[in-house]
């Protein structure tokens, strides 16, 4: 029973350029969120996602952030025109509708 | 919105020895409270939850009190090993269903051998 994975596990992009961070969700979970965590710190809500839809999004910056969960394929949290304080882990996590799950998180380093 | 207020920040105790770790949340709303272990570098893991419709929960070593007139939720650990060494969340969701969590800022547990 695969968990919550998330793919790359570590990205390094220089200012400007864009960032893609994939999130597949356990077997049978409908529900994705993502969060942020800077070091030493805790995780801190961005959006939540069930297929297609985007349910609360209240967490992410207006700008230069989206995130979609296609009916196929991965959630995706994209990052446009980075810059160095979008340097963080990015972790999603699902659930079925109880408890959250995390993946292993994406450790995004701007350059 | 919803805040969590956590502590304390960091907490060492002597293996052998129970850790306390406390929460606060402000939304009256709120009715799941999940703890989360988070070690150097990983995912974090939840521990134990716990439902508004309930003050208390235990999982083995672990356990989880809720007070709801009061709004706060503490973390209880007994018969701490150094494998308890981590870094705890507590969160609280934004008022029913499934939301996105809100967490406190963590407590740093040193189990002492």
């Known amino acids: 029973n695969a968990g919550v994975m998330q793919n790359p596990r570590h990205l390094v992009r220089r200012r400007g350029q864009e960032a893609r961070l994939r999130c597949s969700p356990m077997k049978g979970h409908s529900h994705v969120y993502w969060y942020r965590q800077l070091p030493e710190e805790g995780l801190k809500f961005m959006v939540y996602?069930?297929?297609?839809?985007?349910?609360?999004e209240s967490g992410m910056p207006k700008e230069r952030f989206s995130a979609e969960f296609p009916k196929e394929g991965p959630s995706i949290l994209r990052i446009q025109q980075v810059v160095r304080g979008d340097s963080a882990a990015y972790f999603c996590?699902?659930?079925?509708?109880?408890?959250?799950?995390f993946g292993p998180g994406t450790r995004l380093t701007v350059l | 919105g919803e805040n969590v207020e956590q502590h304390p920040s960091t907490l060492s105790v002597q293996e052998g020895d129970s850790a306390v770790i406390k929460c606060t949340y402000s939304d009256s709303a709120s009715n799941y409270f999940p703890w989360y272990k988070q070690e150097l570098g990983k995912r974090p893991q939840l521990i134990i939850d716990i439902r508004s419709n309930v003050g208390e929960k235990k999982d083995q070593r672990i356990a989880v009190t809720l007070n709801k007139t009061a709004k706060h939720f503490s973390l209880h650990i007994t018969e701490t090993q150094p494998e308890d060494s981590a870094v705890y969340f507590c969160a609280a969701n934004s008022g029913g269903g499934a939301d996105g969590l809100t967490f406190g800022k963590g407590t740093h547990l040193i189990i002492q051998p």
């Open positions: 996590a699902s659930s079925g509708g109880g408890g959250q799950f």
């Open positions: 996602l069930q297929k297609e839809n985007i349910i609360d």
